[in-house]
């Protein structure tokens, strides 16, 4: 879900102990689906939607590997191994806070630290692990991220049946280019090139054919389902549906992207002014809501381009649009048999230079390929904040447009549906560290490890820091929230952070997005993060900054920025640049095999 971002669905009517169907999406905006305000078309998810409970206030990282590892673990991405995106710590080049921007936080000091590693460490026991002992059967099809190596497979942290994207993102239709003569793949685009996926065990050496990824895992999950039934295995299930989509590069079947011909022509601030209204009027968010300026100043604004430009940055949403909706289907085409085998009576749903050259050389971007495997766009930041409306950014920044996410859930009937009827929407906080917990619970569970003292296999492992939703479900009140007022949850991201307590929350973005300083917001009255009232309260300021400081302690951040913590100026790098994670020497282990 900001990573990573979609939802999360239980499903669970026949037997004792519910099902689970987890849905993410990668890289989807807030308003992107139909029944968060948005023009695409997803009636699948609309229906889950207007039959379940839809969440304003639900948060995820500001990136994708670590808001799965939160997932996977409920607790912080830092203590989990996935403290930074494994790719951006490898690189400092890759920690840019803009594209083209040449300033970046160096990233020498995460490599090789607790927390760093860049799979699921052993500090952790896995969500899947937890449920396979119980009796669950666990599979999953999709986009894993959190581990490349054979021993870092999904078949090693509690899944029995798996078919797994393992690096950031790749070609969706799995296409290689040939490289010519002594040609070599722009180091950014390494972890895109080759489509690495794995099967239970094994990498998986030739995709099947005909392939486009959200199609692919539909039909292996679908796949999965109906051979538990066909073998009349009695077991609950726990089926995780992660997709790559709508992550760049955007591919997307023609027939889907003719869905969508013309309608992005006026452009990305005239769609975010339509999905901002539809929002007021489905009840996300207030009539006087005021909405943080776009912020885009190293691209053109929309009336500065030429009319080719223009028809290559409208095509290149509609693109995106089709993505979105091929997920939808693929989840329909799930859903659907769910429901004929009479297994989603109640269900809950988790919705996370040398570049261009070689595109120019491998690639077709020629208007009328854009969508299609050999070619290789993505639609910047004003599309992307038009997406994130009211709120201030995009992923991989800590405000609320990089942190929230749309998230819907249908609960079973057992455990109520927050005292909302049908079609409801509720503000209170949550995180995606709050599943896991909420899973548990609802499978009669229990984790190992309550107070941080237990152990799992014989290795100790820390306690999840999530919470459980089933009380705030089960005993509803006006008044009843998911975590208690003084809850702390804190981000962390590049050089980027944030801390919530309440209504407050301070933010910490480097220029040239940010000022480089903690800024202080109300988001009970500012949710755009407009207002900084740092200034007119000190004191208040003061306080969250100490609460940084404390998560950071608690979760072994090692902050980038000077300002976030100059404790760890002195810090020597733990390992040299570009050796730390060896993705080719992955590939050749795939190769060789």
Same mark, same amino acid.
């Given at each position: ?54 969440? @304003? ?15 996977? @673990? ?32 160096? &990233? ?64 969706? +239709? ?15 685009? @390494? ?51 992660? %997709? ?56 053109? &604004?929309?009336?500065?381009? &030429? ?71 993505? +639609? ?45 929407? @509720? ?44 009380? %705030? ?7 009843? &929230? ?68 404390? +998560? ?42």
């Amino acid at each position: 879900m900001s990573e990573s971002k979609a939802s999360s669905a239980t499903a669970g009517a026949g037997p004792k102990r519910p099902n689970f169907l987890v849905i993410v999406a990668d890289d989807l905006g807030f308003s992107d689906l139909s029944c968060f305000g948005g023009e695409i078309r997803t009636p699948n998810l609309d229906k889950l939607a207007h039959n379940g409970l839809r969440f @304003t206030d639900f948060h995820a990282a500001a990136a994708c590997s670590p808001s799965r590892a939160m997932l996977m @673990t409920g607790t912080d991405h830092h203590i989990a191994g996935l403290g930074n995106l494994i790719e951006w710590t490898n690189r400092s080049d890759q920690n840019a806070p803009s594209e083209g921007e040449a300033k970046y936080w160096s &990233t020498a000091p995460q490599r090789g630290m607790p927390g760093y590693e860049g799979y699921l460490n052993e500090k952790v026991v896995a969500l899947p692990e937890l449920l396979r002992d119980a009796g669950y059967v666990t599979m999953m099809a999709g986009k894993w991220h959190l581990g490349l190596t054979p021993e870092r497979f999904p078949s090693q942290r509690g899944f029995e049946k798996s078919f797994a994207h393992l690096p950031a993102c790749s070609n969706h +239709y799995g296409y290689e280019p040939q490289l010519e003569g002594q040609d070599q793949i722009p180091g950014f685009m @390494t972890m895109s090139f080759i489509a690495l996926h794995s099967e239970d065990d094994k990498y998986v050496k030739e995709l099947p054919k005909p392939w486009y990824s959200s199609n692919g895992y539909g039909d292996k999950m679908l796949g999965y389902l109906k051979e538990r039934k066909e073998k009349h295995d009695e077991r609950p299930f726990f089926a995780y549906y992660p %997709f790559t989509a709508p992550h760049w590069p955007l591919q997307a079947p023609d027939e889907y992207i003719a869905h969508y011909k013309g309608v992005y022509d006026e452009g990305p601030d005239v769609l975010r002014e339509k999905r901002l209204q539809r929002m007021k009027e489905l009840g996300l968010c207030a009539e006087d809501v005021e909405p943080h300026p776009v912020v885009a100043d190293e691209v053109k &604004t929309w009336a500065a381009m &030429t009319s080719e430009e223009k028809a290559k940055s409208s095509k290149a949403m509609e693109v995106f649009a089709a993505m979105v909706e091929c997920i939808d289907h693929n989840v329909g085409k799930v859903v659907d048999y769910l429901e004929e085998t009479g297994e989603l009576g109640q269900y809950l749903r988790v919705l996370h230079g040398s570049m261009i050259q070689h595109l120019q050389r491998y690639y077709d971007n020629r208007l009328e390929n854009l969508g299609r495997g050999n070619s290789f766009i993505w +639609y910047g930041p004003r599309w992307a904040q038009a997406a994130t409306a009211p709120s201030r950014l995009y992923k991989a920044f800590t405000t609320e447009g990089g942190v929230r996410v749309p998230f819907l859930a249908k609960f079973p009937l057992a455990f109520g549906n927050g005292g909302q009827k049908k079609g409801g929407i @509720t503000s209170a906080f949550s995180t995606v560290m709050d599943l896991a917990p909420t899973i548990l619970e609802m499978a009669g569970v229990s984790h190992p490890s309550p107070d941080g003292k237990g152990s799992y296999e014989g290795r100790p492992v820390v306690s999840m820091r999530g919470r459980s939703m089933v009380p %705030f479900l089960t005993y509803p009140s006006s008044t009843r &929230t998911i975590h208690p007022a003084d809850f702390i949850h804190g981000w962390e991201t590049c050089g980027r952070a944030a801390v919530r307590c309440g209504d407050y929350k301070i933010v910490f973005i480097p220029a040239p997005k940010g000022p480089e300083k903690w800024q202080l917001y109300n988001l009970a009255r500012d949710p755009g993060e407009i207002h900084d009232l740092a200034a007119a309260d000190p004191e208040r300021l003061g306080r969250m900054v100490k609460m940084w400081d404390r +998560y950071v302690l608690e979760t072994g951040v090692v902050p980038l920025a000077p300002a976030l913590g100059e404790w760890m100026e002195a810090m020597e790098a733990q390992m040299e640049e570009d050796v730390w994670v060896s993705f080719t020497s992955c590939i050749g282990l795939w190769l060789s095999v």
